[in-house]
């Protein structure tokens, strides 16, 4: 059984254990739930039952001269607590949706803190409504026995009788006959002789207030009362038992369709299971063939149908004497410049095919591949005795014999041959390759550790790490080397040279790191640096000065745009600078070049060639960038002094200048023997440590 069967047998497994797991854990749910409702509904029979309780209490509070409050006070504690258990219960099973007994549990609430303020209103003016009812009669007997006035006796007796009509019916509408008997009570003062005069007099007040509050309170206590029995909160009560019932209904609804929905799944699982089983012998047989055709595909180049990079990993661990040959076409790039891709595709194949036809029919196994781009590689079990110097000797052979032609068009290419036995294979072999491009002396080499290789790129390592660390501390630095004016002698400007400070403080030459900088994504940074610190340290000085660039440095949008940005922020500085262009380097993208030079041209910034005579020297370039100016090289002026030829071409240069309009620069002028060859040639300017060494801005004159 494949393993993608078998996978997807487990995830099917899989799936129906998470399905029985989470029917598990939510049918533990579920009973939480239902306890947690039923608990619910039964809290709400209880506030109910409170609901009850207090009802009566109130009840027994206003038909019993003296009864305790302390029940009132419990049963309004406990109709609270039942109200907080409730609010805690249900917000743990309250659901997302429309809630039914929220907004009735809300109102209640609501309307619980109303009432409990005017049931604590309606115990105190039962107090005084009690007190009042109590001393009306007590003072009345008191002032019957110490006044012998039979009309006031009839009044009191009026007074008396309606208060108790009016209090036992707790009807408001009977106080107008409470209130003439009171009225007239007022009007007529008791009739005693002394010394009981005073005593029935003050007695007599103290029954008029007190009928007074009497009269006053009733209504008020009246109302409070049927406030306090008011059956609207029972209704709301009721209504939340069943909104309640009405969402556990639901939710019960809800939780047998997703029982369902659990089993059917968990049986449709079980059921997959059964079907992928039946279906994977049936399917074993196409997925061997799918997996072997796959195989050849991650392994094979489509162009070459050699095979690749993946295989070549893999074929390497296998061999205890392994041998490889790095081949690569040299200047690839310019084969699909100059005739396009397709006719490198042609190259690519051919090569491959003699590649194949060269294998060493001695070694006990070999292969070739593909290894990337216009890399290729042979990889062979060494046997004993075996020369691959002799075996590189034959492929180049046999290339240089071999016609390639393309749509008629003959294509010429070589190749250069890295060769190793050292593992790790691929990077010991790039290491020779590497030094053959570099050497150009030979087609192949065999690696060995005598090349000292591996320690070049210690030491490459090494210098990257102190360059990045002079980025971190601002230790790249820029000195400038005066230029002379060869008529008057003075110097009229400088060139910018970058240079780094080490830890200990001594400072290195660019020879010392910056061929390895150029190969690393640290060199745009130090360009930028460059280019910043020459325009700060320069701002405050009246002489011209120039700054290297490579066109590696122009195509680069970073570094361009940073040019521009600050030749615009700094006009005055820009109309004294000269861009010295390196000529030793490929013109590539000659019109991105060309459109950089215009606007910096346009800014009043000038041009220069740099390093001209050496590399790629072309006369048409100096047309081209449309120069200012060119520096030639100082393998041409070295030896000026006494080498002839040396001395005509650079007359040659001078003369074809001053027809321009071009001025000249004289680079390593380190004599005072070249100096004068120098001047007597006509070249404008001069360059050199006979004529002054690099400083920093501080020491310049």
Same mark, same amino acid.
């Given at each position: 059984?494949?393993?993608?069967?078998?996978?997807?047998?487990?995830?099917?497994?899989? =799936?129906?254990?998470?399905i029985?797991?989470?029917?598990?854990?939510?049918?533990?749910?579920? $009973?939480?739930?239902? /306890?947690? %409702?039923?608990?619910?509904?039964?809290?709400?029979t209880?506030?109910?039952?409170?609901?009850?309780?207090?009802?009566?209490?109130?009840?027994?509070?206003? =038909?019993?001269?003296?009864?305790?409050?302390?029940?009132?006070?419990?049963?309004?504690?406990?109709?609270?607590?039942?109200?907080?258990?409730?609010?805690?219960?249900?917000?743990?099973?309250?659901?997302?949706?429309?809630?039914?007994?929220?907004?009735?549990?809300?109102?209640?609430r609501?309307?619980?803190?109303?009432?409990?303020?005017?049931?604590?209103?309606?115990?105190?003016?039962?107090?005084?409504?009690?007190?009042?009812?109590?001393?009306?009669?007590?003072l009345?007997?008191?002032?019957?026995?110490?006044?012998?006035?039979?009309?006031?006796?009839?009044l009191?007796?009026?007074?008396?009788s309606?208060?108790?009509?009016?209090?036992?019916?707790?009807?408001?509408?009977?106080?107008?006959?409470?209130?003439?008997?009171?009225?007239?009570?007022?009007?007529? $003062?008791?009739?005693?002789a002394?010394? /009981?005069?005073?005593?029935?007099?003050?007695l007599?007040?103290?029954l008029? &207030?007190?009928?007074?509050?009497?009269?006053?309170?009733?209504?008020?206590y009246?109302?409070?009362?049927?406030?306090?029995?008011?059956?609207?909160?029972?209704?709301?009560?009721?209504?939340?038992?069943?909104?309640?019932?009405?969402?556990?209904?639901?939710?019960?609804?809800?939780?047998? %369709? @997703?029982?369902?929905?659990?089993?059917?799944?968990?049986?449709?699982?079980?059921?997959? *299971?059964?079907?992928?089983?039946?279906?994977?012998?049936?399917?074993?047989?196409?997925?061997?063939?799918?997996?072997?055709?796959?195989?050849a595909?991650?392994?094979?180049d489509?162009?070459?149908?050699l095979?690749?990079?993946?295989?070549?990993?893999s074929d390497?661990?296998?061999?205890?004497r392994?041998?490889?040959?790095?081949?690569?076409?040299?200047?690839?790039?310019?084969?699909?410049?100059?005739?396009?891709?397709?006719?490198?595709?042609?190259?690519?194949?051919? @090569?491959?095919?003699?590649?194949?036809?060269?294998?060493?029919?001695?070694?006990?196994?070999?292969?070739?591949?593909?290894?990337?781009?216009?890399?290729?590689?042979?990889?062979?079990?060494?046997?004993?005795?075996?020369?691959p110097?002799?075996?590189?000797?034959?492929?180049? &052979?046999?290339?240089?014999a071999?016609?390639?032609?393309?749509?008629?068009?003959?294509? %010429?290419?070589? *190749?250069?041959?890295?060769i190793?036995?050292?593992?790790?294979?691929?990077? /010991?072999?790039?290491?020779?390759?590497?030094? *053959? $491009?570099?050497?150009?002396?030979?087609?192949?080499?065999?690696?060995?550790?005598? @090349?000292?290789?591996?320690?070049?790129?210690? #030491?490459?390592?090494?210098?990257?790490?102190?360059?990045?660390?002079?980025?971190?501390? +601002?230790?790249?630095?820029?000195?400038?080397?005066?230029?002379?004016?060869?008529?008057?002698?003075?110097?009229?400007?400088?060139?910018?040279?970058?240079?780094?400070?080490?830890?200990?403080?001594?400072?290195? #030459?660019p020879?010392?790191?910056?061929?390895?900088? $150029?190969?690393?994504?640290?060199?745009?940074?130090f360009?930028?640096?460059?280019?910043?610190?020459? =325009?700060?340290?320069?701002?405050?000085?009246?002489?011209?000065?120039?700054?290297n @660039? #490579?066109?590696?440095?122009?195509?680069?949008?970073?570094? %361009?745009?940073?040019?521009?940005?600050?030749?615009?922020?700094?006009p005055?500085?820009?109309?004294?600078?000269?861009f010295?262009?390196?000529?030793?380097?490929?013109?590539?993208?000659?019109?991105?070049?060309?459109?950089?030079?215009?606007?910096?041209?346009?800014?009043g910034?000038?041009?220069?060639?740099?390093?001209?005579?050496?590399?790629?020297?072309?006369?048409?370039?100096?047309?081209?960038?449309?120069?200012d100016?060119?520096?030639?090289? &100082?393998?041409? *002026?070295?030896?000026?002094?006494?080498?002839?030829?040396?001395?005509?071409?650079?007359?040659?240069?001078? +003369?074809?200048?001053?027809?321009?309009?071009?001025?000249?620069?004289a680079?390593?002028?380190?004599?005072?023997?070249?100096?004068?060859?120098?001047?007597?040639?006509?070249?404008?300017?001069?360059?050199?440590?006979?004529?002054?060494?690099? #400083?920093?801005?501080g020491?310049?004159?």
């Amino acid at each position: 059984m494949k393993n993608a069967m078998r996978g997807k047998i487990h995830l099917t497994i899989l =799936f129906a254990i998470l399905i029985g797991f989470f029917f598990a854990y939510y049918l533990k749910e579920a $009973k939480e739930q239902t /306890t947690i %409702r039923l608990t619910l509904l039964g809290e709400i029979t209880e506030l109910e039952r409170h609901r009850q309780e207090l009802n009566s209490e109130i009840l027994h509070s206003g =038909f019993f001269l003296y009864h305790d409050y302390d029940p009132i006070h419990a049963s309004l504690d406990r109709f609270a607590n039942s109200l907080i258990t409730i609010d805690q219960l249900y917000s743990r099973v309250e659901s997302d949706r429309h809630s039914l007994l929220r907004p009735h549990l809300e109102e209640l609430r609501r309307d619980f803190e109303q009432r409990e303020q005017q049931l604590i209103r309606f115990l105190s003016v039962n107090s005084m409504l009690k007190n009042s009812a109590m001393y009306i009669p007590l003072l009345g007997r008191r002032i019957m026995e110490a006044v012998p006035d039979h009309q006031y006796h009839a009044l009191l007796a009026g007074l008396t009788s309606g208060l108790y009509l009016a209090r036992n019916s707790l009807d408001p509408d009977l106080l107008p006959g409470f209130r003439q008997a009171l009225d007239q009570l007022a009007a007529r $003062k008791p009739q005693s002789a002394e010394p /009981t005069a005073t005593e029935a007099l003050r007695l007599h007040r103290a029954l008029l &207030a007190h009928s007074l509050l009497f009269q006053e309170l009733l209504p008020e206590y009246s109302q409070l009362l049927q406030a306090g029995l008011d059956p609207a909160v029972d209704r709301l009560i009721v209504a939340m038992a069943e909104a309640l019932k009405t969402e556990n209904s639901a939710w019960l609804s809800r939780l047998n %369709r @997703l029982t369902y929905l659990f089993f059917a799944a968990f049986m449709g699982a079980v059921g997959l *299971i059964i079907f992928l089983l039946l279906r994977a012998e049936r399917e074993n047989k196409t997925l061997n063939q799918l997996s072997t055709a796959l195989t050849a595909a991650a392994t094979t180049d489509r162009l070459t149908q050699l095979a690749n990079r993946f295989a070549f990993d893999s074929d390497q661990n296998d061999l205890e004497r392994p041998l490889l040959l790095l081949i690569n076409i040299d200047d690839f790039r310019h084969i699909n410049d100059l005739y396009g891709t397709t006719a490198g595709d042609y190259i690519l194949a051919g @090569l491959a095919g003699l590649l194949e036809r060269n294998r060493p029919k001695a070694a006990a196994w070999s292969r070739c591949y593909r290894l990337g781009g216009d890399d290729f590689g042979l990889l062979l079990e060494e046997p004993a005795g075996f020369n691959p110097e002799e075996l590189a000797g034959r492929i180049l &052979a046999e290339l240089e014999a071999a016609e390639f032609v393309f749509r008629e068009q003959p294509l %010429r290419f070589t *190749i250069s041959l890295g060769i190793t036995r050292q593992r790790p294979l691929l990077e /010991t072999a790039d290491l020779a390759l590497k030094e *053959i $491009k570099k050497l150009k002396r030979s087609r192949y080499l065999l690696y060995s550790d005598e @090349l000292n290789l591996q320690e070049r790129i210690a #030491a490459n390592l090494a210098t990257l790490q102190l360059a990045r660390r002079a980025l971190e501390t +601002d230790n790249v630095l820029v000195y400038y080397q005066p230029i002379v004016d060869n008529l008057s002698g003075e110097i009229v400007k400088f060139e910018s040279l970058v240079r780094i400070r080490d830890q200990d403080g001594s400072i290195l #030459a660019p020879g010392r790191f910056l061929d390895v900088v $150029k190969e690393s994504a640290l060199y745009p940074e130090f360009t930028k640096r460059v280019v910043s610190k020459s =325009f700060a340290e320069m701002s405050d000085c009246i002489c011209e000065f120039s700054l290297n @660039l #490579a066109v590696a440095d122009i195509l680069d949008t970073e570094v %361009r745009d940073y040019i521009l940005q600050m030749i615009a922020d700094q006009p005055e500085v820009a109309r004294r600078l000269t861009f010295e262009i390196l000529e030793n380097e490929g013109m590539e993208n000659v019109e991105m070049v060309q459109a950089f030079i215009e606007k910096v041209k346009a800014a009043g910034c000038r041009i220069a060639v740099d390093d001209f005579g050496s590399g790629y020297s072309n006369f048409a370039h100096i047309l081209t960038l449309r120069v200012d100016s060119i520096k030639i090289d &100082a393998s041409l *002026i070295r030896h000026l002094d006494d080498d002839t030829q040396a001395r005509v071409l650079v007359h040659t240069i001078v +003369d074809f200048c001053r027809k321009l309009g071009i001025r000249t620069v004289a680079e390593f002028v380190h004599s005072a023997k070249v100096h004068e060859v120098v001047k007597q040639l006509g070249i404008d300017y001069s360059q050199g440590y006979h004529l002054g060494e690099p #400083a920093p801005r501080g020491r310049l004159q």
